[in-house]
């Protein structure tokens, strides 16, 4: 019988010729037993394709038990197909996978968005406490004692029970003012030398008979108002001289404190209830030259503290008002047409304190006052808003100029019993 190819014994040499591209007619000279060069040829054309695909170094096993060159050919075909199948499948599942991983991203992001202050790991400086520093701050006191209404009467009832005041109830909250012009700055602001204070008596310290109502309800007529009043003045101001050392009133009279029914403009100061009643107290401290007084014979004065300028009036000169801009727009209005005037002169200021609107307001450039009176039956017929009683103090800096407001509040419902 003819050997078939597969089992010739020199079946790898034949292979290993045939793929190093010898003929089939050179090989089948060399091959014993023979094999004709037809059946080699029509072998290697049906077997040449797979057999090329075969790694060499497959073909060189010597395991005589090792696969015959078709069978490894084949398998080495079904393990490409495999593979292929097998790459195919990868690249759906990287592609799906892919997907996946993009729309875990945008999860993220909007999980980031979301829950963005619980996720942020703080990172927080370490921020040392200041020390103090070596020199010491200092700073003149700044008391306004305006509209304080004295003698005036407000009937709890007639306000719906939001205040009441009469001669015992100004005594107390009077008191209140002068101590808490103390314990404020010592208390709430430790670390300051304070030089001095400066008093701004800025009018309306009496309410006086110029409406024939307060006439009929006052605790007393306006010169027994002056006289009674003249004693907790004194006591307050000794306070303070005593722990400040310096004091320095600026006075201005007010609107109600005129004498006339209505407001004048020549002798508007030296026909005053209030200028009356600054002089009687200056007299007091006749003598006492840490005690200094400015009470001009104009409604308007200046004090100069570490270079501040600070213009003291009553307020009534600014018109206007009502709506809600409120009482700012016309007494911004007046301060610029004010400080128009005082440039023109040389003599400009840094802040305007005024009282007149029972508001108390600590703007740029100006100072509003509150009142001591505090919200009146006048108040409620007009439906103004509520304010309670309190008078402005603040802090003049080298550095900063007018600055820490510290507003006294100076009712006590309790103690007050009302
Ligand atoms: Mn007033």
Redesign the pocket.
């Known amino acids: 019988m003819k050997p078939v190819v597969p089992t010739h014994p020199q079946f790898t040499a034949i292979v290993k010729r045939l793929r190093e591209g010898d003929s089939p007619a050179a090989i089948c000279k060399d091959l014993n037993p023979p094999v004709s060069k037809n059946t080699l040829e029509s072998w290697w054309k049906r077997h040449s394709k797979t057999i090329l695909a075969v790694p060499s170094e497959l073909l060189d096993v010597k395991d005589p038990e090792a696969p015959v060159v078709e069978d490894l050919a084949s398998e080495v075909l079904d393990e490409r197909r495999r593979r292929e199948n097998a790459e195919r499948k990868l690249k759906v599942v990287e592609a799906q996978l892919h997907e996946v991983e993009r729309e875990l991203s945008e999860l993220a992001d909007l999980s980031d968005l979301l829950g963005g202050a619980n996720d942020r790991q703080p990172s927080v400086p370490d921020w040392l406490m200041p020390g103090r520093k070596a020199e010491e701050h200092v700073a003149t006191v700044n008391l306004v004692l305006s509209?304080l209404?004295l003698d005036e009467v407000v009937k709890k009832e007639a306000v719906r029970g939001v205040n009441a005041y009469n001669r015992r109830i100004a005594e107390q909250r009077l008191q209140r003012t002068f101590e808490k012009a103390i314990c404020l700055p010592r208390d709430y602001m430790a670390g300051v030398k304070y030089e001095g204070i400066v008093i701004h008596m800025a009018g309306?310290t009496f309410s006086g008979d110029i409406h024939e109502e307060l006439a009929r309800t006052n605790e007393a007529t306006p010169l027994e108002s002056v006289l009674y009043w003249i004693d907790p003045f004194v006591a307050g101001i000794r306070m303070l001289h005593e722990y400040y050392g310096k004091v320095h009133i600026v006075s201005v009279p007010?609107n109600?404190d005129r004498t006339y029914r209505k407001p004048v403009a020549k002798g508007r100061v030296e026909t005053s209830l209030h200028h009356l009643f600054t002089k009687l107290i200056q007299r007091e401290f006749k003598g006492i030259d840490t005690i200094t007084w400015d009470v001009p014979l104009s409604p308007d004065a200046m004090t100069i503290q570490y270079g501040t300028k600070i213009m003291t009036t009553h307020g009534d000169q600014f018109k206007g008002g009502g709506g809600i801009g409120g009482i700012l727009i016309p007494i911004l209005r007046g301060d610029a047409k004010k400080r128009q005037r005082q440039q023109a002169v040389g003599d400009p200021y840094d802040l305007m304190v005024i009282?007149?609107f029972?508001q108390y307001i600590a703007g740029p450039g100006v100072l509003i006052n509150g009142?001591m009176k505090g919200y009146d039956e006048y108040a409620f017929q007009n439906n103004f808003g509520y304010e309670a009683p309190q008078q402005a103090l603040f802090l003049v800096t080298p550095e900063h100029g007018p600055s820490f407001h510290l507003p006294i509040q100076c009712a006590n419902k309790k103690l007050e019993r009302w």
Do not use: I, K, V
Request: glycine residues 22%; without cysteine; proline residues 0%.
């Open positions: 509209d209404h309306d007010g109600h009282g007149h029972h009142s």
